[in-house]
């Protein structure tokens, strides 16, 4: 039984969900049948985040770099992603999750875009697990796109250059109505941000994990949480004695 961290656990968990292709690979397979294998992983770690109090999941779907893979391979993705929202909204809906998208949606297909729309209105007041899906995201692509909207908001006198500070431009990220992550998670070894959260992770604590992303369990994320328990996180001060 899954050790309760409610009180000692993260509160917000990010994830770079990594290792699907490689996963399929091992097995003989294509790279797309290991994007299945994660998104049913999805579903596993979104339901058992309850039981580690963790309120918030978000989860690193689609970066905006990720365009340069074969077209086969985005065009698949782009059809899994549509599949998934299609089939667990009812789920989502009746176990209390609520469901928001990050990035930038210009580049996504209308079908996408009004199926990301229409789940996030359906959700809207669950609030028994927050999930936020990153795609077509990038850190610096966020940023960029926050600066630009503050930089309007100064140009119509509706924001005070002069007030502008750390506090000012999480207003007008993608996650202004988040909580910065508690813990960043990446699966399949590697040991890099790859452009995830750049400006909210600035203070969270990060594991990387060996295991593949289709292989990353109830278990091992109750490890994880597990270990984040023991840390000392300070921000930047110096523990009193």
């Known amino acids: 039984m899954a050790r309760d961290l409610t009180e000692q656990g993260p509160a917000h968990v990010a994830i770079i969900m990594d290792g699907n292709g490689r996963w ?14 994660g998104a049913r992983r999805v579903r596993e770690i979104v ?17 905006t770099e990720n365009w ?15 599949r998934y929202i299609e089939r667990e909204a009812q789920d989502l809906l009746r176990n209390g999750v609520r469901v928001r998208f990050i990035g930038d949606r210009v580049r996504l297909d209308d079908r996408l875009v009004q199926l990301m ?33 503050l930089a309007h908001d100064v ?3 509706k924001l005070d250059p002069r007030e502008v500070n750390d506090e000012t431009l999480p207003r007008y990220l993608d996650t202004c109505m988040l909580p910065d992550p508690d813990l960043v998670i990446r699966t399949s ?7 995830f959260l750049l400006w909210q992770s600035a203070y969270s604590e990060y594991e990387f994990v060996d295991t593949l992303w289709p292989d990353f369990t109830r278990d091992e994320f109750a490890r994880v949480l597990g270990g984040f328990a023991t840390r000392d996180r300070r921000f930047g001060a110096v523990r009193a004695g």
């Open 24 to 37: 399929a690979q091992m097995r003989g397979r294509p790279r797309l049948f290991g994007h299945h294998a």
């Open 117 to 149: 729309d229409d789940l996030e209105l359906m959700t809207a007041d669950n609030d028994r697990v927050h999930l936020t899906v990153a795609i077509n995201y990038g850190g610096r692509d966020e940023v960029a796109r926050a600066t630009r909207r």
């Open 189 to 195: 070894g590697e040991a890099r941000i790859s452009n």
């Open 68 to 82: 340069k893979r074969t077209q086969a391979e985005v065009a698949g993705l782009m059809k899994l992603f549509r």
């Open 155 to 157: 140009a119509q006198g």
């Open 47 to 63: 339901e058992a985040c309850p039981d580690h109090g963790v309120k918030y999941l978000t989860i690193f779907a689609f970066s």
